[in-house]
């Protein structure tokens, strides 16, 4: 597996100051084109953070998103999730999920994740 240079969190920390318009958009849209490329395949990621989408620096072109960690990840429709499944994913929202389940777990609750990094990557902030 090729070396990251950065997590998401890392890098936007340390450059936040530093990053153009262009480059926020060129990030928010790489982590759309990978989610998006996902669901495409029916998988749903469920850990969305800052901490697993990572960043390859190569010479003189934006950073490249890489997308981690599919400990969580599941088939959409997929039944194979106990109903009793522990609720995870740093940046899920628990308090939709503990009335619904994990196993429940769906594209609406994935967005949920996914608008807070691209609020973090478009402000630094975490929401």
Known sequence: MEYADFTLEN???NYNQKLSNNERISLGCQVLRGIEILWNNNILHRDISFNNILLKLYDN??????????GL????NSDSI??????????????????????????ED??????QVLYFIATGKEN
């Open 11 to 13: 890098y936007i920390k």
């Open 61 to 70: 072109i934006y950073p490249v998103i890489k997308i981690s960690d599919f």
């Open 73 to 76: 990840a599941k088939e959409i």
């Open 82 to 107: 106990s109903i009793d499944t522990e609720i995870k994913g740093s940046l899920n929202d628990f308090s939709t999920l503990k009335i619904k389940g994990f196993n429940e777990y769906n594209i």
């Open 110 to 115: 994935e967005l949920y994740a996914l608008t």
